[in-house]
Nanobody, 122 residues
Framework: QLQLVASGGSLVQPGGSLRLSCVASGFTLDYNAIAWFRQAPGKMREGVICISESGDTMDYRDSMKGRFAVSRDNAKNTVYLQMNNLKPEDTAVYYC???????????????WGQGTQVTVSS
């Protein structure tokens, strides 16, 4: 059974950093792009960043460019989202997702993790 499990979310102060993890099971991460999405209260879900099978990355929007980075460890079947200089507007539930395609962007993912809460507040 294909499964994605996201973790690592917590409460962090503005300017702080967090690293989220997305562990895949039931399929091989090596050949698939993985994307991170987020959904803030009262807002639509939006794409954050994507990493292709080759390791190429793609930012979905400029507001996170330079602050967020994605990486993958195929040996651990895990994708990471490193978030730096966090802002209150980054508060959201963060999801990892895949559509079992090799390249970014992942637009209409068929498989989603359960989400992990990130709260940026002083």
């Amino acid at each position: 059974q294909l499964q994605l499990v996201a973790s690592g979310g917590s409460l962090v102060q503005p300017g702080g950093s967090l690293r989220l993890s997305c562990v895949a099971s039931g399929f091989t991460l090596d050949y698939n792009a993985i994307a991170w999405f987020r959904q803030a209260p009262g807002k639509m879900r939006e794409g954050v960043i994507c990493i292709s099978e080759s390791g190429d990355t793609m930012d979905y929007r400029d507001s996170m460019k330079g602050r967020f980075a994605v990486s993958r460890d195929n040996a651990k079947n895990t994708v990471y989202l490193q978030m730096n200089n966090l802002k209150p507007e980054d508060t959201a539930v963060y999801y990892c997702a895949t559509d079992l395609i090799p390249n970014c962007p992942v637009e209409r993912a068929a498989y989603w993790g359960q989400g992990t809460q990130v709260t940026v507040s002083s």
